[in-house]
């Protein structure tokens, strides 16, 4: 068994007809299968892995053959790794379906990051103004004085467009607030 999943069966069947194919025929050198081709075609259930890995089964059987004959315990540890290979790999190459971040939060947790949201946006669409060309501004300081810098910078302006998107998709705006904003 080598690091990929591929039984030596497999590897050692390959390099014969790839040498009859190179040193005798010279007849379909580029007939290959793609691995996505080959994962389509195989069978994924324990027993094909067994059958795959069946050298693994014997070696585990020659590792508990040792372990009686010298009461080794490696051998006996060995053994029984080399037998449950089969199904360490089975579980590895099964396919577990990817959860969106979104479905991994609570109902709470939802409600929390909308009001977050919200309270952001609250601050885009304060200062989101014709007057200032649609720019917030660089500096504003709420705890000391309640002062705005009037400039701006490209950092605030990809902010600035990110937030009036981000509005948009969570439904704070309509489309042709959004144009406008943009």
């Known amino acids: 068994m080598t690091s990929k999943g591929i039984s ?3 590897i050692v069947d ?4 790839e040498n009859i194919r190179v040193k005798i025929t010279h007849k379909n050198l580029l007939e290959w299968t ?4 080959a994962e ?9 892995y067994y059958k795959n890995m069946a050298i693994n089964v014997i070696a585990g059987i020659a590792g508990f053959a040792i372990y009686v004959i010298s009461n080794n315990i490696l051998a006996l540890i060995l053994g029984a790794l080399w037998i449950i290979t089969p199904v360490i790999m089975y579980g590895v190459s099964k396919e577990k379906p990817e959860k969106k971040a979104i479905e991994l939060l609570t109902q709470k947790e939802k409600d929390y ?3 977050i949201g919200k309270k952001t946006w609250a601050f885009f669409e304060k200062y989101l103004r014709k007057e200032d060309n649609f720019l917030i501004p660089d500096n504003y300081q709420e705890d000391r004085k309640n002062k705005i810098v009037r400039r701006t910078s490209s ?3 990809g902010l600035s467009m990110m937030a009036v998107i981000s509005a948009n998709d969570l439904g704070f705006i309509n489309y042709d607030k959004t144009m406008e904003l943009l």
Do not use: R
């Open 14 to 17: 390959v390099l014969k007809i």
């Open 155 to 157: 950092t605030n302006i």
């Open 8 to 10: 030596n069966e497999e």
């Open 113 to 115: 990051i909308l009001e």
């Open 40 to 48: 389509k075609m195989a069978k994924t259930d324990i027993l094909s």
């Open 34 to 37: 793609t691995s996505e081709e």
